[in-house]
């Protein structure tokens, strides 16, 4: 039988929110940078417009997202406190979570404020530091996987 999952996070797990607000957060970060990946390639105006369009809206919706899940989070216990990690690893991952907040709202509104070539600019630079804090972070869960699995023997 699975276990059951609670609607929010435990001392040791989270909820099924957190984990939808999580993964809805990831599909919509993957839907951003496959949608505007083909952007320097010189399509139609038309098909340009709608691409940005449809980037902007996306972008909105995981500015929205992120918002909502900041609130989640800030009135929900914190799992990763409850796990058996160093207290430099526990560091490490908090500063990660925290950083990945920070550096998607500033993502977010640096692409609103996109108008011209300077915000632009500082919007590649943060979505290509998102995808990096991306990196670290996939790799930190990883990790925290495999110590949980070694753990558990």
Same mark, same amino acid.
């Given at each position: 039988a699975l276990p059951m999952i609670q609607w929010r996070n435990s001392e040791s797990g989270f909820g099924w929110v957190g984990r939808i607000l999580h993964w809805t957060g990831v599909a919509l970060v993957i839907a951003i940078y496959i949608g505007i990946s083909g952007l320097d390639a010189p399509p139609k105006v038309y098909e340009r417009d709608v691409?940005?369009?449809?980037?902007?809206i996306m972008g909105w919706s995981l500015l929205g997202l992120i918002l909502v899940r900041l609130t989640w989070r800030l009135r929900s216990a914190?799992?990763?406190?409850?796990?058996?990690?160093?207290?430099? !690893?526990?560091? +490490?991952? =908090?500063? &990660? !979570?925290?950083? +990945?907040? =920070?550096? &998607?709202?500033a993502t977010c509104v640096s692409g609103w404020l996109a108008t011209e070539q300077t915000a632009v600019s500082l919007h590649d630079r943060l979505a290509m530091g998102l995808l990096l804090l991306l990196a670290a972070h996939a790799t930190l869960a990883l990790i925290n996987m495999l110590v949980a699995s070694v753990d558990d023997r």
């Open positions: 691409v940005i369009a449809t980037h902007n914190n799992p990763v406190l409850g796990w058996r990690l160093s207290k430099g !690893h526990e560091r +490490l991952v =908090v500063t &990660v !979570h925290r950083a +990945l907040y =920070v550096i &998607v709202i």
